[in-house]
């Protein structure tokens, strides 16, 4: 069940690069393809490094 501003999972993990705000640095990470409570799609994961929440913004689905 999704609650209202959560979002759901659509895809296994994957690689992505984001930036990770605590490290200020570029990361790769591992993290699951989301989609937004408005829509948009994500990647979301942990950064290697220091543990914290990354997020990237993905382009829009076809």
């Known amino acids: 069940m999704v609650r209202s501003g959560q ?5 296994p993990m994957a690689t992505h690069e984001g930036y990770c705000v605590k490290c200020r640095e570029k ?3 591992e993290g699951t393809e989301v989609e937004l409570a408005n829509g948009r ?7 290697p490094v220091c543990g914290t ?4 913004m993905l ?3 076809k």
């Open 7 to 11: 979002s759901k999972e659509t895809e």
């Open 27 to 29: 990361r790769e990470f």
């Open 41 to 47: 799609r994500a990647a979301q994961g942990l950064c």
């Open 53 to 56: 929440k990354m997020n990237r």
């Open 59 to 61: 382009g829009a689905k």
